[in-house]
């Protein structure tokens, strides 16, 4: 899967979270933060994730991920992983 | 200590009110369904396949759902309409009942014009167990792949997460805690909130009874206990919550939740504020049984301290909002207990139970009962028995039909819950 499929994963389960975000208005290089997740949005987010690409990864492989593009990234490691 | 000295001093008001039942989404909706008499119980659809007995109930459903009452909100305090929103975003159906009911209290209050001191405030949320049925939802996805639960559980089955999302909301930083005490959750909340206040631990509390969100796993543990009705009338749901008549059968699960605002006397008076009714006292006491059979003593005790608390004699109650499940041995204890305890006055009084037209809320019950009593005294009118055809008891002094211009002062309203916990509160109107 190629990064820019994981993105458009990461882009539902961020709207599925934070529904007033429009998808279209998510850049990768966009902190979760910056468009109102909270902590724990943020890490409902990134288990959407790892349940849509049905990855089991460790949370702590997310803990120094600063923007979408560390999810991304992490995530497309753990996909070719597999 | 300093509050040692204002030990029952303060008088105690309820300066705002909110609530959202099966059908009303609001106290003036609520206030026309106790003036029609009109139930909120139905049918209902569960997808468990027709394998539980769980047929009829008064769920919020739809109309609450989809309602667009939240966003008057928007004109009337733009900073907790946008903290609202935020919380709405991701709540469960009891959260969004209590965001929605406090909402609509604060506001009727006024409390929103004011810079009140944010410690000086508190919440109370009345009821545990609130979100048996988020646990029961998630539970086959959950055995299935353990890691990918949301987080957002963590949070969510703790009942106290209410307590956050109010204090969020209204930016409360006194007390705040959550209370259990099974069908008494609710006047349980509301006494502990007069406690409060009496002792000048806060000005104003913010007292929700909030919305049991039962799965069908304890909806039918009640009905394998006994308790819950939908035997002989389920296919009239509306005729199946009958307290106090002679083919009651058992409780109808009722969603629903309340909130009030109480507030010391002096703080609104402070702020010019106004206010519908005086919280008088309260009485609680326990049976000694952890069993779901009432006990009379239990009963006349908690009624007598009540208003022991409230300094009256049994003369000055005319009107008694009952706990009237619709339960046989609930309906014929209370019953007994009234009788007993009132003797020769009862004749004078006026006793109905809105769990009729509501079903039986369980953790909010005793709130939003307390909201129909204020309702009832000070529009002059009793609400009818719904469903009351042949009475147990032809002495027992229940409304008969919808009674207007009646000039009520004062109400009591008892609570029973499983265990032997037994609440009565006493309210004045204002006027």
Known sequence: ?????????????VVDILPDINENDIKITDALKDLGANSIDRMDVTIGCMKALK?????????????????????????NAK | M????????????????????AGC????????????????????????DGKCDIKIG?????????????????????????????ILRNTSLSEKASVMTALEAWCDAGLYKFDIDPELISIIVGGSNLTKKISFDNHDSFMAEPCYLSPQYAMKFFDTNHVGILSELLQIKGEGFSVGGASASGNMAIIEAMRLLRYGLSDICVVVGALSDLSLMELQSFMNIGALAGKKFADRPEEACRPFDEQHEGFVYGQGCGCLILETEESVERRQGSFYAKLLGGGMCL?????????????????????????????????????????????????????ELFGEHLKRMMINSTKGITGHCLSAAGVIEAIASIIQMNDRFIHDNINLENPIDEKFTLVRGKRDNVDVKIA?????????????????RNF
């Not at chain 2, 026309?32 to 569960?46: A, E, F, Q, T």
């Not at chain 2, 909100?73 to 907790?80: E, G, K, Q, T």
């Not at chain 2, 309203?413 to 006493?426: A, L, Q, R, Y």
């Open chain 1, 1 to 13: 899967m190629s990064k820019e499929e994981i993105f458009e994963i990461v882009k539902n389960c």
């Open chain 1, 55 to 79: 990855l089991k990864v460790p949370m702590i492989r997310f803990g120094n991920i600063s923007n979408i593009q560390g999810l991304v990234d992490v995530l497309y490691e753990e996909c």
């Open chain 2, 2 to 21: 300093y509050y040692m000295k204002n030990v029952m001093q303060n008088k105690i008001v309820i300066s705002g009110m909110g609530v959202v039942t």
């Open chain 2, 25 to 48: 989404n609001n106290v003036a909706e609520f206030k026309d369904s106790l003036k029609n008499g009109k139930s909120g119980i139905k049918k209902v659809m569960y997808a468990d």
């Open chain 2, 58 to 86: 008064a769920l919020l459903g739809e109309y609450f759902l989809g309602s667009d009452e939240f966003e008057k909100y928007i004109d009337i305090d733009a900073s907790l309409y946008s903290r609202a929103k935020k």
């Open chain 2, 287 to 339: 049976d000694g049984n952890h069993l779901t059979n009432p006990n009379k003593d239990g009963e006349i005790k908690a009624m007598k301290k009540a208003i022991d608390d409230a300094k009256l004699s049994i003369e000055d109650i005319l009107y008694l909002n009952a706990h009237g499940s619709s339960s046989s041995l609930g309906d014929n204890t209370e019953c007994e207990a009234i009788k």
């Open chain 2, 412 to 428: 009591m309203s008892n609570s029973f819950g499983f265990s032997g916990i037994n609440t009565s509160i006493i309210i004045e």
